[in-house]
């Protein structure tokens, strides 16, 4: 089964730093891979989509940027953080067909 | 486009029934439901596909009206564990659509 490993768990931040979340897949091959934010108590964002190695498609124009350098490793990047970027990010990954979408832990970001 | 969910927030006494309704605009192929503990991941608790379904886990199952693109999650003699935020997520039939979630709807179990 596959397994979703994200760091760091918890983030703070300062306005105008940047920001790179990565998000690593083990137990499956060329996965497509997500990322969602979630604001405090709101629904799941889906803010970029990969099905494959440099392969990004983008969900929602905004100051993130995604990379996927290997086919399990998925990158959410920023150059400059606003306050509105803070919420809790998940990477997910599902397999090719329908299939379940399988979560990391999630990084909550305060971004201050 | 994202589904709509109703109601948005539900509050049981355990032992009572539930039901969460998933409506989309568009036609789909599939229904994903996940349930979100507090400051957790979701967590998969089933898929229903186009061809009109339904599917059972533990005291949980869902229907998918695909005709009505709609889908329902019922819960039955709710345990205190069923507490959490049920999302729904939909995928349409194009080749690149992807799946996009509900706003999801708050549950609360009181003992």
């Known amino acids: 089964s596959q397994t979703i490993h994200q760091w760091p768990a918890t983030l703070v931040q300062p306005v105008g730093s940047p920001l790179s979340l990565e998000c690593t897949v083990e137990?499956?091959?060329?996965?497509?891979l997500y990322w969602y934010r979630q604001a405090a108590g709101r629904g799941l964002q889906l803010l970029f989509y990969?099905?494959?190695?440099?392969?990004i498609s983008s969900e929602v124009p905004q100051n993130l940027s995604a990379s996927r350098p290997q086919d399990r490793q998925f990158i959410l990047s920023s150059k400059k953080l606003l306050l509105s970027d803070s919420g809790f990010y998940l990477c997910?990954?599902?397999?090719?067909?329908?299939?379940?979408?399988?979560f990391g832990n999630g990084t909550r970001l305060t971004v201050t | 486009q994202q589904p709509v969910q109703s109601p948005q927030a539900v509050i049981l006494r355990e032992g009572e029934d539930a039901v969460i309704n998933c409506s989309s605009s568009?036609?789909?192929?599939?229904v994903h439901w996940y349930r979100q503990k507090h400051g957790e991941a979701p967590v998969f608790l089933m898929i229903?596909?186009?061809?009109?379904e339904q599917k059972g886990h533990e005291k949980i199952s869902a229907s998918f009206n695909e005709k009505k693109q709609q889908s329902s999650l019922y819960l039955t003699a709710s345990q205190l564990s069923y507490s959490g935020t049920y999302f729904c997520?939909?995928?349409?039939?194009?080749?690149?659509?992807?799946?996009?979630f509900g706003k999801g709807t708050r549950l609360h179990i009181l003992p």
């Open positions: 990969s099905v494959g190695i440099g392969q």
């Open positions: 997520g939909t995928e349409g039939l194009g080749r690149d659509d992807k799946i996009i």
């Open positions: 229903l596909l186009k061809g009109g």
């Open positions: 568009k036609a789909l192929y599939s």
């Open positions: 137990g499956t091959s060329n996965p497509n």
């Open positions: 997910a990954s599902s397999t090719i067909g329908v299939s379940p979408l399988h």
